[in-house]
Nanobody, 122 residues
Framework: QVQLVESGGGLVQAGGSLRLSCTTS????????MGWFRQPPQKERRFLAR????????DYEDSIKGRFTIARDNAKNTVYLQMNNLKPEDTAVYYC???????????????WGQGTQVTVSS
């Protein structure tokens, strides 16, 4: 079973930056991309961004465009999420996942990691 390990979270002041990392032990069956998600306290987990392994193409949820950047290192099986100009509403547990992407649609394949907590103070 493919394992995912997220890291890089922490406590940061509003306006600050963090870079999250997600290392996967391999590619889940059917996976052709990776995604970042977040789950604020007492809310549902929501999609943030995704990147394709082969061509590096990306897609972002509208609310984070211009502040967050997803990147990958294929050799290290690692995906990153650079988060700039953080806001208190970015406080959440951040997760990565293997994705099966088909055009504009996607689905999560395989298991989730344990997540990494990001807390942004005002």
């Amino acid at each position: 079973q493919v394992q995912l390990v997220e890291s890089g979270g922490g406590l940061v002041q509003a306006g600050g930056s963090l870079r999250l990392s997600c290392t996967t032990s391999g590619r889940a069956v059917g996976s052709n991309g990776m995604g970042w998600f977040r789950q604020p306290p007492q809310k549902e987990r929501r999609f943030l961004a995704r990147i394709m392994w082969v061509d590096g193409s990306t897609d972002y949820e509208d609310s984070i465009k211009g502040r967050f950047t997803i990147a990958r290192d294929n050799a290290k099986n690692t995906v990153y999420l650079q988060m700039n100009n953080l806001k208190p509403e970015d406080t959440a547990v951040y997760y990565c996942a293997n994705l099966q992407v088909d055009g504009s649609t996607w689905r999560v394949v395989g298991s989730w990691g344990q997540g990494t907590q990001v807390t942004v103070s005002s």
